[in-house]
């Protein structure tokens, strides 16, 4: 029996790395990149590519590509130079000032897209909903809006579904479920601000850290403090 | 009172300018132009800069933005070199080899975020789905499902209503509502195939000139056989 083919979005970071080793259980994997003029790119297209290759994703299912859209629009601090990115901690409660608005319908659409080209059956995202950011395009609701977009917006015989493997996972299980399913978590990079090493203050330096912390294990990427 | 701000996504084609036309008697315009690799982009953008002077949209109120990812991925003859326009006449029942996969979920997710930033209360799309490319994402059910999409995945305060004020017109009504509000037809492009004169056989010159015919009006525009 042929494996189903799944499109994962791998932005380089840890919950998509862990996607891709959850997807790779039943799926061929075909590999989806799309910067969108965050301030690490670069080093979000390394790990990306790094993560691919372990996977053994062939050049022909591999796809980087942009949203330049995003970053002309600004409005994000991961995206607009002008916006300091926050290192002050994280305040669950609010819509942070990295949200990049409505970035995952963006990401969606170009996956969804994709899949329908190469005849793939599933996208696969790597949205964390309760232990994460607060970006309201992470939330459960969300997937299930876009399912039915997908239904009504392709050809009558495409069938793609989404899928969320980590969406109800605190980071620390995220963790640890890589660890169990050897995810190459070392290849995977998160910092939102530095691409040397790791600042260990941003948003998303604080809750990787808080992550391993809880899961027990040492987080294998530098960090400044190191 | 303030007018609302109205993102409209002006391909250069006729029926963005006739839903500009509509739009603009309510709201104020910030206009969209969203290129995605397809053949006549330079001349489409032409015409999109055109209609926005007609409008008198600043600068500040204008957004020219591409789609990388879809012409990379092809799977349209309108993206796709290899895969040619077809000029055999219209099939209405068949979904059509210039069927871009998804294309109008990246445009609406494009619209979104920049109505997001700009704090604009509306989307405004030229999709027509009973009279004309049987394209699935130009359904009435997508733009529903794609509504609940954007209260799930933008921040709690965020109100924005997708407007389609031509979705259930004919291409002949669009004609003559375009005439009636003094719309600049003349300044819009429809031909998928030429940009110095229409080619006046390929699928979307097709549609066009029997709406011209239909509404009993002479096209403005250049054709090939003039």
Do not use: K, N
């Given at each position: 029996?042929?494996?189903?083919?799944?499109?994962?979005?791998?932005?380089?970071?840890?919950?998509?790395?862990?996607?891709?080793?959850?997807?790779?259980?039943e799926c061929e994997l075909a590999a989806l990149h799309v910067t969108y003029g965050q301030r690490?790119?670069?080093?979000?297209?390394?790990?990306?590519?790094?993560?691919a290759d372990h996977y053994g994703v062939p050049a022909s299912r591999r796809l980087v590509t942009s949203l330049p859209s995003l970053a002309t629009m600004g409005g994000s601090a991961l995206t607009d130079?002008?916006?300091p990115v926050p290192e002050g901690g994280l305040e669950p409660e609010a819509i942070p000032v990295t949200y990049v608005p409505f970035r995952n319908a963006h990401l969606l659409a170009t996956?969804?897209?994709?899949?329908?080209?190469?005849?793939?059956?599933?996208?696969?995202?790597?949205?964390?909903?309760?232990?994460?950011?607060?970006?309201?395009d992470c939330r459960v609701e969300f997937y299930e809006a876009f399912r039915r977009v997908i239904e009504a917006g392709t050809r009558p015989e495409t069938r793609i579904a989404i899928d969320t493997p980590v969406i109800h996972l605190s980071k620390a299980e995220i963790v640890r479920r890589g660890i169990e399913l050897g995810a190459p978590l070392e290849l995977t990079w998160s910092c939102y601000q530095r691409t040397?090493?790791?600042?260990g203050v941003c948003?998303?330096?604080?809750?990787?850290?808080?992550?391993?912390?809880?899961?027990?294990?040492?987080?294998?990427?530098?960090?400044a403090s190191d």
């Open positions: 029996m042929t494996r189903a083919l799944a499109v994962v979005l791998m932005s380089g970071g840890m919950d998509s790395c862990v996607c891709a080793a959850i997807a790779v259980l690490t790119a670069d080093r979000e297209r390394e790990a990306f590519e790094a993560q130079p002008l916006i996956a969804v897209s994709w899949a329908e080209v190469l005849g793939a059956q599933r996208v696969v995202i790597g949205a964390v909903q309760d232990d994460s950011s607060g970006y309201p040397d090493v790791a600042c948003d998303s330096c604080r809750l990787r850290l808080r992550a391993f912390e809880q899961a027990g294990v040492r987080d294998p990427v530098p960090y």
